[in-house]
């Protein structure tokens, strides 16, 4: 199966949805940098966010940044648009997925560190980002069976 890139969108324009399948060009990046496995699954996810992300940015002078940089085991891995919505639309992505299967205060404990500085390079105010954590995470965990959405 060669790698695919697919995109729908809903009939009145409101809903668009992509879905990348990564697995040559992970096993390729595998090959070329010699990786262990966490190390290549890392770089496979960077690498499958960055083409979902270049494939949204259609904007004049939009642009999108990769950055492997080592020192480390693994080193820095970073993906990078400047496009605001599509960094809200891929942090809230990651936010409704962490919050079906995380409890509140560990989700906010982990993802504030990762994302307070991202929010803070385009402008975000740390208030409206608090605010979003706050209430985004745990209204997703209410109708889960999860322990805080029985309480």
Same mark, same amino acid.
Request: aromatic content about 4%; cysteine-free; proline content about 5%.
């Given at each position: ?21 990564? #697995? ?5 990046? #595998? ?35 990769? #950055? ?84």
């Amino acid at each position: 199966m060669s790698d695919q890139l697919i995109r729908a969108i809903s009939q009145d324009g409101l809903i668009k949805v992509s879905a990348v399948s990564t #697995r040559d060009l992970t096993e390729r990046a #595998r090959q070329i940098h010699k990786t262990l496995p966490v190390a290549t699954a890392a770089l496979g996810r960077l690498l499958a966010a960055a083409s979902m992300m270049g494939n949204a940015l259609k904007g004049d002078g939009a642009s999108l940044t990769l #950055r492997v940089q080592g020192g480390g085991p693994l080193g820095i891995l970073l993906a990078v648009s400047d496009n605001r919505i599509v960094i809200l639309l891929i942090m809230n992505v990651i936010l409704l997925i962490a919050g079906t299967f995380m409890d509140v205060t560990p989700a906010i404990l982990i993802f504030t560190p990762l994302f307070l500085p991202i929010v803070k390079t385009f402008g975000m105010h740390p208030v409206h980002f608090g605010l979003l954590l706050v209430t985004y995470i745990p209204f997703l965990s209410i109708g889960l069976p999860t322990a805080a959405g029985l309480i």
